[in-house]
């Protein structure tokens, strides 16, 4: 029911993903962060936010993406009902998609990138979005949207798309953490949140926020 990408910058070290659906809230069911550890998004016919939350846990245990989703999926009886994607901080990836998530499931692990779905409208959707971050260049947020469009060109969800979101985290600035909850323009409208997040007056106040770096923010 979801499609999703995840990629660790090389050149900065921030992480970030981004996902789309056909149903509601994408960012809050799929998407989890942490900079000291990685990132992860769990989705499926059957999605369980548990998967992508414990799976977090598990690699700031020292567990490499492998490992830690090969820990947190079988310790699930229902798995089959439900898909997997890790990213960790050293750009090791792991995805998992049970055998019982509705067609077409898709999925690619790439340098510093996974990216995988489900209830897709065919196979190509997951290489467009791959190839629509890869091939892209600007901001990481930019470049994230643009791999969001690609698949959805590719024919995207099966049923169309309801949401979609961006998450990027890092120890050098705080979260940029973006949804579209509804609407029948997710993409379009993730975009004009992008371009307002860039505004000028905004950016500043968010340059003077706590950062892992600088635990205190602007004194």
């Given at each position: 029911?979801?499609?999703?990408?995840?990629v660790?910058?090389?050149?900065?070290?921030?992480?970030g993903?981004?996902?789309?659906?056909?149903n509601?809230?994408?960012?809050?069911?799929?998407l989890?962060?942490?900079?000291?550890?990685?990132?992860?998004?769990?989705?499926?016919?059957?999605?369980?936010?548990?998967?992508?939350e414990?799976?977090?846990?598990?690699?700031?245990?020292?567990?490499?993406?492998?490992?830690?989703?090969?820990?947190?999926?079988?310790?699930?009886?229902?798995?089959g009902?439900?898909q997997?994607?890790?990213?960790?901080?050293d750009?090791?990836?792991?995805i998992?998609?049970?055998?019982?998530?509705?067609?077409?499931v898709?999925?690619i692990?790439?340098?510093?990138?996974?990216?995988?779905?489900?209830?897709?409208?065919?196979?190509?959707?997951?290489?467009?979005?791959h190839l629509?971050?890869a091939?892209?260049?600007?901001?990481?947020?930019?470049?994230?949207?643009?791999?969001?469009?690609?698949?959805?060109?590719?024919g995207?969800?099966?049923r169309?798309?309801?949401?979609?979101?961006?998450?990027?985290?890092?120890d050098?600035?705080?979260?940029?953490?973006?949804?579209?909850?509804?609407?029948?323009?997710?993409?379009?409208?993730?975009?004009?949140?992008?371009?307002?997040?860039?505004?000028?007056?905004?950016?500043?106040?968010?340059s003077?926020?706590?950062?892992?770096?600088?635990?205190?923010?602007?004194?």
């Open positions: 029911m979801t499609f999703s990408i995840l660790r910058d090389p050149e900065t070290g921030f992480l993903a981004a996902a789309a659906t056909g509601l809230c994408v960012g809050g069911w799929v989890r962060g942490d900079p000291r550890v990685g990132l992860s998004a769990s989705q499926g016919h059957m999605p369980s936010t548990l998967w992508g414990d799976v977090l846990v598990a690699m700031g245990r020292g567990l490499n993406a492998e490992s830690a989703v090969a820990e947190v999926v079988n310790a699930d009886s229902e798995r009902k439900r997997l994607l890790a990213l960790d901080r750009s090791d990836g792991a998992f998609s049970g055998d019982a998530n509705l067609p077409v898709s999925e692990i790439a340098s510093n990138c996974v990216v995988a779905g489900n209830m897709l409208a065919n196979h190509s959707v997951i290489n467009a979005c629509g971050f091939s892209s260049h600007g901001s990481l947020e930019s470049r994230l949207l643009n791999a969001l469009k690609q698949a959805a060109d590719a995207g969800d099966v169309g798309l309801e949401s979609a979101a961006i998450l990027v985290v890092s050098g600035a705080p979260p940029v953490d973006l949804r579209v909850d509804y609407s029948n323009t997710p993409l379009t409208d993730l975009g004009q949140l992008i371009q307002r997040a860039k505004d000028e007056k905004y950016a500043l106040w968010r003077t926020l706590p950062t892992r770096k600088n635990p205190l923010g602007e004194i």
